[in-house]
């Protein structure tokens, strides 16, 4: 049974930080390019930060130099770390996983995160 289980949302004063974590189990994790992706109401989800198996990173250009993505394959995790943050970073925050040449895609349930304006 698949599953991508995220943890560390909440809410953070503004300039503070959080680093979410994403537990996967029932898929081949290393293989996969993880990535996290936010979405707030009426809007349609964003990705905002991505890692392939082989360490490659993108990083939407908002959160660039505030945000970091990083993977433990030994613990099937994928974490980001949240610096900075603004009441723009208001949003669901959803781990997904892909492996890359075919349609096997994953999501989690999602973890709010909440910037106080």
């Not at 289980?5 to 994403?22: H, M, Y």
């Amino acid at each position: 049974q698949v599953q991508l289980v995220e943890s560390g949302g909440g809410l953070v004063q503004p300039g503070g930080s959080l680093r979410l974590s994403c537990a996967a189990s029932g898929f081949g994790f290393s293989r996969y390019t993880m990535s996290w992706r936010r979405q707030t109401p009426g809007k349609e989800r964003e990705l905002v930060a991505s890692m392939t198996s082989s360490g490659y990173t993108y990083y939407a250009g908002s959160v660039k130099g505030r945000f970091t993505i990083s993977r433990d394959n030994a613990k099937n995790t994928v974490y980001l770390q949240m610096n900075s943050l603004t009441s723009d970073d208001t949003a669901v925050y959803y781990c997904h996983g892909a492996l890359p040449g075919s349609f096997n895609t994953y999501w989690g349930q999602g973890t709010q995160v909440t910037g106080s304006a």
